[in-house]
């Protein structure tokens, strides 16, 4: 069974300390995502990448970052985490355009 | 630019009955839609898709869909829902740019359908 893992269910981090959230694939996907999901807005991407080493930035990039290093994972990074950045994560992969995209089952992240 | 409108936030229904989700788009080229579903606790799973060709889109679990070119939408149905399609529905459109369909997609605010007993 095809399956998107991502590292945590539940987070809580301190305002200001970094944060990783972690997303593992094992389709041999080019193509993976980082979306955050709030109520009342729906799904918005954060960054997308499209290749190993490649990435570009989403809708909402401010206060993130990520990393690529390897094919089957993609990393979300909050420099300075704030409490704006409390959200569900969602992290997805695809093997081409218009190929359905698989999701992780979430990371909840709490900043307090 | 694309995007989508859920106009509902929330659509509740009795079980067996009938159930339509509606989803608005905008866009002056052409577009790919999809429909997404999310359990509880539970990460996005593909519903249906419409690329090209037929206006009717049959999908998993009894849902179906229909592209209206003149009218924008792209409504989801089910003629009969259980307490297991309780969930919320998310409508998406494939963001195009000059040089054609790209891999990331726009999602509407999402429905969330409560069939109730």
């Known amino acids: 069974d095809v399956k998107v893992t991502q590292s945590s269910r539940y987070l809580v981090k301190r305002t200001g300390e970094k944060v990783f959230l972690e997303c593992v694939q094992d389709?041999?996907?080019?193509?993976m995502f980082w979306y955050r999901q709030d109520p009342g807005l729906g799904l918005r991407l954060i960054y997308f990448?499209?290749?190993?080493?490649?990435?570009e930035k989403g809708d909402i990039p401010e206060g993130y970052s990520v990393s690529r290093e390897k094919k089957e994972r993609f990393s979300l990074i909050l420099e300075s985490a704030s409490t704006n950045q409390t959200s569900m994560y969602l992290c997805?992969?695809?093997?081409?355009?218009?190929?359905?995209?698989?999701f992780g089952s979430g990371t909840q992240l709490s900043v307090l | 630019a694309q995007s989508v409108t859920q106009l509902d936030s929330q659509v509740p229904v009795f079980e067996e009955a009938p159930v339509e989700l509606r989803c608005n788009y905008s866009?002056?080229?052409?577009?790919?839609l999809f429909w997404y579903v999310q359990y509880p606790n539970q990460g996005l799973q593909l519903l249906l898709k419409?690329?090209?060709?037929?206006?009717l889109v049959k999908g998993i679990n009894g849902f179906e869909a229909e592209f209206n070119k003149s009218q924008t939408s792209f409504h989801l149905r089910k003629p009969s829902v259980h307490i297991s399609d309780t969930a919320e529905y998310f409508c998406?459109?494939?963001?195009?740019?000059?040089?054609?369909?790209?891999?990331?997609?726009?999602f509407g605010t999402g429905t969330l359908l409560a069939v109730q007993p």
């Open positions: 998406a459109v494939s963001r195009t740019t000059l040089g054609g369909a790209t891999n990331k997609l726009i």
């Open positions: 389709m041999d996907h080019e193509n």
């Open positions: 866009s002056s080229v052409s577009v790919y």
């Open positions: 419409y690329l090209s060709g037929s206006t």
């Open positions: 990448s499209y290749d190993v080493k490649m990435k």
């Open positions: 997805a992969s695809s093997g081409g355009t218009n190929e359905k995209l698989f």
